[in-house]
């Protein structure tokens, strides 16, 4: 049996660590509001959509440990089958969700309004906190959901092919965060919109100068968003080989 960095069973690291993602949420939300007293001004209520939506993956993990459980102890066959494979694509779908709120930095300085030396500002320091805590909390949401996941294809297939898995879902996600950002589509769209979003990206693909801002962007995320999943996966196991496999 796999045990976490606080010595008990997975299922309560896991539990740890969501009560830990809601507490920083909860914290955006404050200084969100508080924020908007402070300055009088109606600013940044889109910033709970992009937490919702980055709360999404991790809703679906769960989801998807249900109908694993289901599968596997009820002994459900096609139909079982079916649900994981249709939580998993949308999983998949929403997944850059929760790292695309490191993106949402930007906004501070659209909407800050300096005034003399802003490092002495009080307003300043809570435009930057908040987006800050908005993306730890996404590098954090999409380790849980990804490690979720993935200790299921290691369970079934084994450490090395669940790694693989964890790299190809980073990058995937990187360039869903550079669509999500500029071209402006939702994950929905992929249902809605198919032949718009292809004939955005082949537009981009016959564009160099778009094409090599896309792959420095993604590229960047992609670090970001890769260490900050190994980091804090490795809070959440402790990444070792007990009995059948590690990870």
Known sequence: MNETVWGTKPWTGKLIMLCALGLATLFCFWIGSHLRVYTGRELYRFLNWDMFLAWVPVLLALLLDGAIALHRYWRMRWGGTVLIVL?????????????????????????????????????????????????????????????????????RYGSLIAWIFAAIVLVLSSIGIYIGRFIRWNSWDVFTKPQSIINNVMMIINDPSELRFMLVFTGMILVISGIGYILMRGGMYMIRRTGGYSW
């Open 87 to 155: 939580i998993g694509m949308c999983w998949l779908l929403f997944y850059p969700n929760a790292a695309y709120l490191v993106t949402d930095l930007i906004h501070p300085f659209v909407h800050y309004r300096p005034s003399g030396r802003f490092a002495e500002d009080l307003e300043f320091w809570y435009h930057l906190f908040l987006f800050f805590n908005a993306g730890l909390l996404g590098l954090g949401l999409g380790t849980y959901a990804l490690s979720s996941v993935q200790q299921h294809i290691a369970e």
